[in-house]
């Protein structure tokens, strides 16, 4: 079935470090690719979404870029700060399949002031 | 902004025991979704539903059934609950693939 597999388990940066991290996805066709962020005690938040190869989604200064080439949706963001600090989680969207959602593993972002 | 309640915020059970997790939006949204967060895991889905009777089976369905009784609401039911179970609930419910989470209900089964 659809998977999304994000490599970084955990990401420690400073204030105003350049940020990446890292969503790949196996999918047929062209699933609508996600980034949600979750904050402590909280559910999940909607970021952004990107449906067609080359499109950039962008919320809050993050973006990402949909490659359908490298199966990719890597999360990147220019400077962080100390409130972005938070659980980010890359998901894809199986239109084929009755708006089925498929999250990856998520990966915890420290900024360190 | 999409309102989704969980219900209850915390649940304490023993091995075997009967739970029902409960989920209401007030979006009109036809998709509800219930995923269980763990560590090394993320998200999970359990079931979701896209109206009124309909179920559709997730990717980790084992030792859940879920029922959808009307538009709003949208239950989660462990009949025989099982430590593997303890974990953080996410409803969800979505109109066009943008999902709009609860606050999550804390299960632990002893």
């Known amino acids: 079935g659809d998977s999304v597999t994000q490599t970084e388990g955990q990401v420690a940066l400073s204030e105003e470090d350049f940020l990446t991290i890292h969503c790949n996805y196996s999918?047929?066709?062209?699933?609508?690719l996600f980034w949600y962020v979750q904050y402590p005690g909280e559910g999940p938040q909607f970021l952004f979404r990107?449906?067609?190869?080359?499109e950039k989604g962008s919320s809050r200064g993050f973006e990402a870029t949909y490659d359908k080439g490298t199966t990719s949706f890597h999360l990147r963001k220019a400077s962080v700060q100390e409130s972005d600090s938070a659980v980010y989680y890359c998901?894809?969207?199986?239109?084929?399949?009755?708006?089925?959602?498929?999250f990856g593993t998520g990966t915890r972002l420290q900024v360190l002031p | 902004e999409a309102a989704v309640t969980q219900s209850p915020r915390n649940k304490v059970t023993v091995t075997g025991g009967n739970v029902t997790l409960s989920c209401r939006q007030t979006?009109?949204?036809?998709?509800m979704y219930w995923y269980r967060q763990d560590t090394g895991h993320g998200l999970r889905l359990i079931h979701y539903?896209?109206?009124?009777?309909?179920?559709q089976i997730g990717d980790v369905p084992d030792g859940y059934k879920a029922t959808r009784t009307t538009q709003e609401d949208f239950f989660l039911l462990l009949e025989l609950a099982s430590p593997s179970q303890t974990s953080l609930y996410f409803c969800?419910?979505?109109?066009?693939?943008?999902?709009?989470f609860g606050h999550g209900t804390k299960l632990s089964v002893l």
């Open positions: 999918a047929s066709g062209y699933p609508a």
């Open positions: 990107a449906s067609r190869d080359k």
């Open positions: 969800a419910s979505s109109e066009s693939e943008r999902l709009f």
């Open positions: 539903s896209y109206g009124a009777g309909n179920l």
């Open positions: 979006n009109s949204h036809n998709y």
């Open positions: 998901a894809l969207g199986d239109r084929s399949n009755t708006n089925k959602v498929v």
